[in-house]
């Protein structure tokens, strides 16, 4: 959560269930969100994780966190 | 037979409405297929074999990719073979022998007479598309190979797009819905739009578009700009009216196909104009270009050492490394000259300046108190990027990159303010009328694409209101359309520009 504020402050991210739909992150924020994300969990995030599904919400990405930490 | 004529809408489209009515629900798709390939052979005639061939060897490339994932540039390199060949040997061949007879007198490669079959470039990308989601395991590669060769060949969008991804496209195509009235009249509306965006602004527009840029040596600078507006205006028109057309037959066949356009002139950024306008190519390169160019080992290496410096302009570096390739692609997409070129790598430089000066720029507003959510400062963006992208426009349209660069030189070196008052507008096709009806239906226009920039679902609106006043305005459109619709005597038919691409 910290990770995403930092990105794009102004977002509820609790409640936000659309940021790729909404164009919320654009493409940019997202090269960054994944530098973050692989740093801090250790994970390495593919081109085909890079899908709306996973980037939506917040819980969507933990998800994706926590899968791609299994496969490690 | 485009998708404007009385042939595709008054016989080509009902009787394919008929035929796919008619077959029972799981052979409806073979019905679409086959219209798909009739169309085809229609505008391309024995050129068809090359879409058969693409056909094959995507179809025996997903199975291949399915076993063995390493296939998977080999088989993209086969399928952007004839492509590539066909497409862009003389441009490499002409440049070729240009740069040789700098050392020898000789030239090497002998130029071809090609003829390129219509809609290569789009169906070749979505069956690219469709590999690389089966090496991503996104999609299981299809077994029926009349699936995807309609997927490939389904006639709304084999001249122009929208580029389709298999995942989406293939539930819809094959699910055999029913044409009902509520299908065919949200259809029917939504044709009807685009064919009053294209006959009445668009081909009207094309008189002027076609005398300035011709002649371009004749008019001033501020005849240039003029032209250069038009063009970006009659682009955006013709090309947003046909994929309305598109959508509608889609939406007839109860086809849900994805949208090319999303209100572009509201944009406040050129990142975000490129977001709304040809939608599907733009997130095709960002699926299968940029995000994999910029994920790639030596790329995230290079990137993570320069955030480790300076954050910032890490992911200046990263955007960079990312964008250069999606640009040049998508300029050398449009075709084989330096002006596509030029025109891909203008928004490439656009775009990593943009990112680059952002703490510059937010210093600035900083500075002069600049109120970023003001509706001055939004309108400011909006008029800016306008700007941007019709100065991108002008060099797109130019006969080459040199005439593009005298246009542009013009519109410094003679700019003439009086040729806006003095008549010399009237002397490029297009008389006071046309000027008045193309202003009308550029407001009609405007408003729609505001109330649906503000949220409003302006179709659903219509669908509402009382069945007399409804009717009202489907009659005044298509009245708008019989009775000011650029044709008959003293036009020229207008091909579809993307059809070209």
Redesign the interface.
């Known amino acids: 959560m910290k990770i995403l504020q930092e990105l794009e402050p102004d977002v509820n991210y609790m409640e936000e269930q659309a940021l790729i739909d909404a164009h919320i992150l654009d493409s940019f924020l997202i090269l960054e969100l994944v530098a973050e994300l692989e740093d801090t969990y250790h994970i390495r995030i593919s081109p085909a994780d890079i899908v709306a599904e996973n980037f939506n919400s917040a819980k969507a990405l933990w998800q994706m966190i926590e899968r791609l930490k299994e496969e490690r | 037979m485009a998708y404007h004529t009385t042939l595709y809408l008054v016989l080509f489209l009902p009787a394919s409405m008929i035929a796919y009515q008619l077959m029972p629900v799981k052979y409806r798709f073979y019905v679409l297929l086959l219209f798909g390939y009739y169309f085809y052979y229609c505008i391309s005639g024995t050129l068809i074999i090359y879409i058969m061939a693409a056909t094959i060897t995507t179809y025996l490339s997903g199975l291949l990719i399915e076993k063995k994932k390493g296939f998977l540039i080999f088989c993209i390199l086969l399928l952007m073979e004839n492509l590539a060949y066909m497409k862009y040997y003389n441009f490499f061949a002409a440049n070729g022998n240009r740069i040789i007879s700098f050392i020898t007198s000789e030239q090497p490669f002998t130029l071809k007479a090609m003829i390129l079959p219509i809609g290569i470039s789009f169906y070749t990308l979505s069956a690219a598309g469709y590999l690389i989601d089966i090496y ?3 999609i299981p590669a299809e077994k029926n190979i009349g699936k995807l060769a309609l997927f490939l060949s389904f006639f709304p969008t084999i001249m122009e797009g929208p580029i389709c991804r298999y995942g989406e496209l293939g539930r819809e195509l094959f699910a055999g819905r029913s044409i009902t009235m509520e299908r065919l009249a949200t259809g029917a509306q939504r044709i009807f739009w685009g064919l009053f965006k294209k006959m009445l602004v668009a081909d009207r527009l094309d008189v002027l578009v076609k005398t300035v840029y011709d002649g371009y040596q004749n008019y001033d600078g501020t005849v240039i700009s003029v032209a250069a507006v038009a063009y970006t205006i009659q682009l955006y028109m013709e090309f947003s009216g046909c994929m309305d057309i598109v959508i509608g037959t889609g939406e007839i066949f109860g086809i849900t196909l994805p949208e090319n356009f999303r209100r572009p002139f509201f944009s406040k950024t050129v ?1 975000e104009f490129w ?1 709304r306008w040809h939608i599907t190519l733009g997130s095709w390169f ?2 299968y270009v ?3 160019v ?2 790639w080992g030596p790329v995230r290496k290079l ?2 050492t320069a ?1 480790k410096h300076n954050r910032h302009w890490g ?1 200046v570096t ?2 960079a490394l ?1 964008l250069f390739p999606v640009w040049l692609c998508n300029g050398i997409w449009h075709g084989p000259r330096w002006s596509y070129i030029f025109y891909g790598l203008y928004y490439f430089v656009l775009i990593t300046l943009s ?1 680059a000066m952002r703490p510059c720029s937010e210093k600035l507003c900083r500075f002069f108190k600049l109120n970023q959510s003001s509706a001055l400062y939004h309108l400011f963006q909006v008029g800016r990027t306008f700007l941007l992208v019709v100065i991108g426009e002008l060099f797109f349209r130019a006969e080459g990159l040199r005439i593009g660069l005298q246009m542009f030189a013009r519109i410094f070196t003679q700019f003439n303010l009086s040729s806006f008052w003095n008549g010399t507008l009237l002397t490029l096709g297009l008389d006071r009328g046309d000027y008045l009806l193309i202003g009308a239906a550029l407001t009609v226009v405007f408003f729609i694409s505001l109330a649906e920039e503000k949220g409003r679902d302006v179709r659903r609106d219509i669908k509402q209101l009382p069945l007399p006043l409804r009717w009202s305005l489907y009659y005044s459109v298509m009245l708008a359309i019989c009775l000011f619709g650029a044709y008959g005597v003293g036009y020229m038919p207008v091909e579809l520009i993307y059809a070209n691409f």
């Open positions: 991503y395991k996104k990142s977001r960002k699926e940029f995000y994999p910029s994920m990137s993570r955030r992911e990263a955007a990312g990112i």
